[in-house]
């Protein structure tokens, strides 16, 4: 079917960030979607990308929920709570009881709908299956029932063992890379029953296995570059998004 109309709620996995063009904004795999879901549509298709970086399951549901509602687009993407599970005293359940609450209301509305199970980043963090693995799974395993319960299509990130190579992320190790996003549209697409470009899901090569001391430079440099200033934010009780609007408010047709 041809989708006249597309909403990307969410964070920084939806709003693209470290896939940037080439004026420095960030595309990622929302942007990719709905340029491939325009051309089946034509000129009148909408597009609107609400996700903020850093931004908290709370705030999304907050400042996303009702403007994705009063649009009442055919489509609508869902990601969320991933940021919330960085933290240590967060219920996973009870992130999982919204969620379940505003799927309803959205596919009340009739729009078809779009969730994840998020792919494993604690492979890549140093101690990061000790510290989130644990919530990670709860958050994946609730939404795979949530999707289920009210038939919407499920990207089942974790599953893909692609997302264990590092290519597929960026140097912060929380973000995908320009071929992570890539990927991701990919599965969207095809979950959707939409073509996609080949090349967007070929696996990468397996990586040679990196010397232990080389290893252990890389996670000092990432703590010292990456992890420091986060712990620095949160701890200031700051985002990274704080400053930062939707990069699509309203839905658009997609300009070339």
């Known amino acids: 079917m041809a989708w006249r109309s597309f909403v990307a709620m969410g964070d920084s996995f939806t709003e693209g ?25 034509g000129p009148d298709f ?20 009702e403007p994705t509602l009063a649009m009442r687009p055919d489509l609508v993407s869902f990601a969320a709570g991933g940021n919330d599970i960085l933290r240590p005293r967060v219920d996973p359940q009870s992130l999982l009881d919204k ?17 994840f199970r998020f792919a494993d980043i604690a492979v890549h963090v140093p101690g990061g299956q000790r510290m989130i693995g644990g919530r990670a799974a709860a ?25 264990l190579h590092r290519s597929l992320w960026s140097d912060d190790r929380l973000h995908l890379s320009e071929s992570g996003h890539r990927r991701v549209a990919g599965h969207v697409l095809n979950a959707l029953g939409v073509g996609v470009e080949e090349e967007w899901m070929l696996v990468p090569p397996t990586p ?13 440099r990432w703590a010292r570059e990456h992890l420091a200033p986060w712990v620095g934010r949160h701890l200031r009780g ?11 408010p309203a839905l658009a047709p997609i300009k070339d």
Not at 23 to 35: E, I, K, P
Not at 139 to 162: S, V
Not at 210 to 219: G, H, I, Q, V
Not at 238 to 248: E, M
Request: aromatic content about 6%; charged content about 25%.
């Open 17 to 41: 960030m470290c896939d940037e063009y080439p004026d420095g904004s960030y595309r990622g795999w929302a942007d990719l979607v709905a340029t491939r879901l325009a051309i089946d549509s």
């Open 208 to 220: 040679q296995p990196t010397p232990w001391r080389l290893a252990l430079s890389a996670d000092l």
């Open 99 to 115: 969620i379940d609450v505003a799927i309803g209301r959205i596919r009340a509305t009739g729009a078809d709908v779009i969730m």
């Open 238 to 248: 700051r985002s990274a998004g704080d400053l930062v609007t939707p990069k699509r």
């Open 46 to 65: 909408g597009y609107a990308n609400l996700a903020i970086r850093g931004r908290l399951l709370d705030q999304v549901l907050a400042e996303q929920l």
């Open 139 to 163: 958050l994946n395993d609730g939404t795979r029932e949530i999707a289920e319960r009210h038939g919407a299509h499920l990207i089942d990130l974790f599953a893909d063992h692609a997302y």
